[in-house]
């Protein structure tokens, strides 16, 4: 059986060419299933109905669907029906379409057959097994590949084989999972904690470690960690909206299923405001606070360098809240170009022009690498969402006529593929577990304890500021 291979590369934007990836030669402009079709332009898919695209997508004697369109498709198809629902019409197709449930079906049309349907099969499991943790896909999953190996011991193997590798990645994830729940409430508790005894603070970064390269280490395991455990089709299932030829509920109304890309987006904010945390710690002199902005500011030029963008642009943007960027006697005492250089990488002025042209740098020296190191692709991920969003927001799901307008789905794949090589590269640096526990659980201030902080640090300078000061107070005292 062969592996399903990386789909580095293998979306190219619009202008699908290959006249043999997404039609056979004998192929007329439509191919018709019922009355609707499957409809080209130039010889590359641009729509279809629902069904003739579930057609397209199902393995027969003389056709296998290329790894695009079955990435593709996958991935999209669940704005229009459930992945569940999807599985059960391709079992259908697989059994009825071609007589496999005809007990004298001939042996060798299933040996021809069956291979194929397998490698779909483990395209799905390996690239979306996410889809598997509804108990109806996986039953369907075990109907079908109990057929396809009834009587082929090789087959039974492949078949074995593909279902423990689903289960070790469905297992993996529920662990990692459960572990964020309880690093989430070990960092709930050590707040409670420095709420009730401010100066409890014995710790701060700088004393755990202060080697800028170390931090920028240990934040890009953890960037890549999390990155590791989001689904491609998180992307889609986050912009989901109720399919207008659809009567009943939207697909992921009921469960929608972004949890791990939520998780990496509260990640950011969680070091965003470590960082802010950190400089307005209440113990600190002024001395103290310029050493740990300038810390933090060469933390965030190592992860410039390393090519994780995302952890840049989260100390970058913990930098200039507003409870850090008014200690106006602070920043006097930072040498701040490098900051400003760091900056102007993360302007976002021209559609973070600046940002985009470093990131094209770096993804192509990842393509090109020779080490692991020099591979590491982290994206803001924010932007990169924005991204498809507005992909999303800017293109219709559905052509006039009701066809899927799989041409946009073309170029949502296109990026989330992309998405897919950055996220599974492994992390060359050494773990240090103190460095790593304390960036996950470290106590984080919320914006208001933030502010009272800083005008504790220093204090308010205008009566817009002294109004405020004066608010937060008697809110906080309200509190006691």
């Not at 799905?124 to 011991?153: C, V």
């Not at 701060?204 to 470690?209: A, I, N």
């Not at 009943?248 to 939520?262: A, I, M, Q, R, V």
């Amino acid at each position: 059986m062969p592996q399903t291979p990386l789909l580095t590369g293998m979306l190219v934007s619009r202008g699908y060419n290959n006249k043999n990836l997404y039609q056979s030669p004998n192929q007329t402009k439509e191919e018709g299933y019922g009355n609707a079709g499957l409809c080209y332009r130039d010889n590359a898919l641009v729509s279809g109905s629902l069904e003739a695209l579930i057609h397209h997508l199902v393995p027969s004697m003389d056709y296998y669907p290329d790894m695009t369109y079955s990435f593709t498709f996958l991935l999209s198809s669940r704005l229009f029906i459930h992945p569940y629902e999807l599985m059960s019409k391709v079992c259908h197709l697989c059994v009825e379409q071609q007589r496999l449930s005809d007990p004298q079906a001939d042996k060798i049309r299933i040996r021809k057959l069956a291979p194929r349907i397998l490698q779909l099969l483990q395209e799905w499991t390996e690239t979306f097994p996410y889809d598997y943790r509804d108990e109806r896909m996986m039953r369907s999953l075990k109907e079908l590949t109990q057929r396809m190996a009834s009587g082929d011991e090789l087959y039974r193997k492949v078949v074995h084989q593909m279902i423990q590798v689903l289960i070790r990645k469905l297992t993996t994830l529920s662990q990692y999972e459960e572990a964020l729940v309880k690093v989430n409430a070990t960092a709930t508790d050590r707040l409670t904690v420095l709420k009730a005894k401010p100066q409890a603070i014995q710790r701060d970064m700088l004393s755990v470690c202060n080697d800028p390269f170390t931090v920028a280490q240990q934040l890009t395991h953890i960037e890549l960690e999390r990155l590791s455990y989001i689904g491609p089709e998180e992307f889609i299932q986050a912009f989901e909206k109720k399919d207008p030829l659809d009567n009943d509920k939207s697909c992921f109304s009921d469960h929608k299923k972004t949890s791990n890309l939520e998780a990496y987006v509260e990640w950011f904010n969680r070091l965003s405001f470590m960082v802010a945390t950190e400089i307005c710690m209440p113990v600190k002199k002024k001395k103290q606070r310029a050493r740990v902005m300038e810390f933090f500011i060469d933390v965030a030029r190592e992860c410039f360098n390393i090519g994780n963008f995302n952890s840049l642009m989260a100390i970058i943007s913990g930098m200039n809240m507003s409870p850090v960027s008014r200690l106006k006697k602070t920043w006097s005492k930072v040498k701040t170009d490098k900051f400003d250089i760091l900056e102007l990488q993360m302007d976002p002025s021209g559609n973070f022009y600046n940002y985009r042209t470093a990131f094209r740098g770096a993804t192509q020296r990842s393509r090109t690498a020779n080490s692991t190191r020099e591979k590491i692709v982290i994206p803001f991920f924010s932007l990169l969402i924005k991204d498809i969003y507005f992909l999303n927001e800017g293109c219709s799901n559905r052509m006039q006529n009701g066809h899927v307008n799989f041409e946009k789905f073309w170029e949502m794949a296109k990026q989330v593929s992309e998405f897919m090589v950055w996220k599974k590269v492994e992390c060359p640096f050494e773990k240090d577990r103190k460095i790593l526990q304390y960036l996950l659980t470290a106590p984080v201030f919320s914006e208001d304890t933030l502010c009272l902080a800083s005008y504790d640090s220093e204090g308010p300078e205008n009566n817009m500021e002294k109004d405020r000061w004066k608010s937060l107070r008697s809110t906080l005292l309200s509190r006691v």
